[in-house]
């Protein structure tokens, strides 16, 4: 006889790294990088499929992450990568004819399902934990009920990110950040 189960495979949360986009409206200040997802403050991040119900016979997606699709909150494992790729985007954008300076990275914890990779995970639910500002970040934010911008640098997006988000967010250069451990209780944060 075989025993299959169906519990999870992590008992307490992941915790892996994103880059994310400031955005320049101040009701949800990030946004993911590939798709229009934007994190709202307060609140776990849920992962759904965009892929095109192409197979459903009740035209509904699948619930994500799967392991036969590419949805999911995505999340790099290592630190020093995710970093690597925060000082890419900045010095040498994909798309962009100039720099993009309002990308921010840090610590995000997932939960739920989740699908191991390589270099990182695909996950059900996240929330950031912990915010890296670089000390070059600049964007413009529009004021609320004014159709005016100003300009934001590091510190204050930081202070923005923190009282936004509750969670820590520090100003400084990607390779001198050192990982941190889940503390105790975090895994309970969302229940």
């Not at 270099?119 to 996240?126: E, F, T």
């Not at 911008?149 to 390779?175: I, K, N």
Request: hydrophobic letters at 40%.
């Amino acid at each position: 006889m075989t025993f299959t189960s169906n519990a999870p495979d992590y008992i307490e949360p992941i915790v892996g790294y994103r880059v994310w986009r400031f955005c320049e409206a101040r009701i949800n200040l990030l946004h993911s990088l590939s798709l229009r997802e934007i994190w709202c403050a307060r609140q776990a991040a849920e992962a759904v499929c965009f892929a095109l119900p192409l197979t459903s016979k009740d035209n509904r997606s699948h619930l994500a992450p799967t392991r036969d699709c590419s949805c999911g909150i995505w999340a790099i494992r290592n630190q020093r990568r995710a970093a690597r790729l925060m000082t890419s985007l900045v010095q040498r954008p994909l798309m962009h004819l100039a720099p993009i300076v309002n990308l921010v990275w840090g610590e995000v914890v997932l939960w739920g399902h989740v699908i191991e990779h390589q270099h990182g995970y695909r996950a059900q639910y996240a929330y950031p934990r912990l915010f890296y500002v670089p000390t070059h970040f600049r964007t413009l934010v529009v004021e609320p009920g004014v159709s005016r911008t100003r300009r934001v640098r590091a510190p204050e997006a930081a202070q923005m990110l923190s009282d936004f988000y509750g969670v820590e967010a520090v100003v400084g250069e990607a390779r001198r950040f050192r990982p941190r451990a889940v503390p105790p209780g975090q895994q309970r944060l969302f229940e």
